[in-house]
């Protein structure tokens, strides 16, 4: 009879295990938690490549993402796309991107992102690809990007929500 709550405890214990993510590749720096990193595989001869990742603010007051580095690249910015009169521009965030007190940035594929420019070395899926960011408050910290499939919406390879609102074209004739 004793067994019987050993196999309660361990299905309770794996329960909660399920339940909670395991987040290991969290990095934290100063009141800033980085999640989520990670980027696309690219084809060979690709010089650019976007780097996505989650952060969040823990703290009191703004901190704000002023440059990023990567050895792989030549160049490497904080960008933006947004729409102007119906026509979607990226350009460099010059003044840096602003993680408010209590708040969550996504970088996100046809968002704010990394761009990594001049590659050295084209990205392949499953690499780990070494970046650098620096903020304004909290200095800098080493993440790594997790190389996913070349067509990823989200980390993981998974499609995420974004793929599943795309149309299946893959039945179609050209």
């Known amino acids: 009879m004793q ?6 405890a361990l299905a ?10 395991v987040r290991a590749d969290d990095v934290k720096v ?11 595989a690219t084809p ?17 007051v703004p901190d704000r993402l002023v440059a990023v580095s990567a050895e792989i ?16 521009k990226m350009r460099p965030l010059d003044k840096g991107l602003v993680i408010g007190p209590g708040k969550t940035v996504k970088l996100a594929p046809g968002g704010n992102h990394l761009m990594l420019q001049d590659l050295k070395a084209p990205f392949k899926e499953g690499e780990k690809v070494p970046v650098t960011l620096e ?8 993440i790594s990007l997790d190389v996913q499939g070349v067509g990823a919406q989200a980390p993981g390879g998974g499609g ?4 599943k609102k795309m149309p299946d074209h893959s039945g179609m004739k050209m």
């Open 135 to 142: 903020f304004e408050k909290a200095g800098k910290v080493s």
């Open 3 to 8: 067994k019987l709550p050993t196999i309660f």
């Open 44 to 60: 060979g001869g690709a010089k650019v490549a976007g780097g996505f990742l989650t952060i969040e603010n823990k703290g009191t």
């Open 12 to 21: 309770a214990f794996s329960a909660v295990m399920i339940a909670a993510p």
């Open 30 to 40: 100063g009141d800033l938690v980085i999640s989520q990193a990670w980027s696309r």
């Open 160 to 163: 995420g929500m974004m793929m």
């Open 73 to 88: 690249a030549g160049k490497a910015e904080v960008h933006e796309m947004a729409m102007d009169n119906g026509v979607m």
